[in-house]
Each structure stands twice: as C-alpha cells, then as structure tokens.
C-alpha cells in the first residue's frame, strides 16, 4: 500500500515556475514507477509525466516536453514535478500516481488527493 500526498501548487502567472512535490508513505516507494497526471476543468484527466523505480527513466507528454521535469528522491521519498514556462493551457488539478510497473504507468494503482496549479495569462 502506497499513500500519495501532494504539495506545491498555486497560482503563478504565464511564463513562471512552480515545483510540485509528492510524499509517499511505505518503505517500499523506491520499487514503484511514479507519475504525474492533471485534470482540466471540463476534462479528462490526462497523462503528464513518469519515471522509472530508479530515475533513469522517464516520459513525458509531447504538450509539456521541454517545458516539465520530472524527478524522485527514493531516500526522502518524493517525487518531483518542476515546471517551467507555464502556461494558461497548464492549469489544473496535478495527481501524483504510482503504478506496479512502468508498463501500467497509464493506468496506476495508486493516487494521491490532487493540488491546484493556475496560471494566469
């Protein structure tokens, strides 16, 4: 059992920065591929990025690539999401995910509450 708690969101206007972070509970983080999805108003919700057990994989969306970093602390148990050049288009509900494998990444067992990230044009 994986608890996914997020942190780090807000408003920012176009072309800011903001890092998302998500603490896991369980002493098993480091074995799960870890993501990040976010949910526009009136939308689904919709893949972001990942990364692999061991941080030497990741994917990103083609709408977030060059823009988006995503990284993982396995001692401190977090995952990060650093976010550049925001814009508009960005804002939503950002979920921390963990999955079995990096293969169900789209599709993961575990998921935290969400944060808010806006950004203002």
């Known amino acids: 059992q994986v608890q996914l708690v997020e942190s780090g969101g807000g408003l920012v206007q176009a072309g800011g920065s903001l890092r998302l972070s998500c603490a896991a509970s369980g002493r098993t983080f480091r074995s799960y591929p870890m993501g990040w999805f976010r949910q526009a108003p009136g939308k689904e919700r919709e893949f972001v990025a990942a990364i692999s057990w061991s941080g030497g994989g990741t994917h990103y969306a083609d709408s977030v690539k060059g823009r988006f970093t995503i990284s993982r602390d396995n001692a401190k148990n977090t995952v990060y999401l650093q976010m550049n050049s925001l814009k508009p288009e960005d804002t939503a509900v950002y979920f921390c995910?963990?999955?079995?494998?990096?293969?169900?990444?789209?599709?993961?067992?575990?998921w935290g509450q969400g944060t808010q990230v806006t950004v203002s044009s």
């Open positions: 995910a963990a999955a079995n494998s990096m293969a169900t990444i789209l599709s993961p067992d575990y």
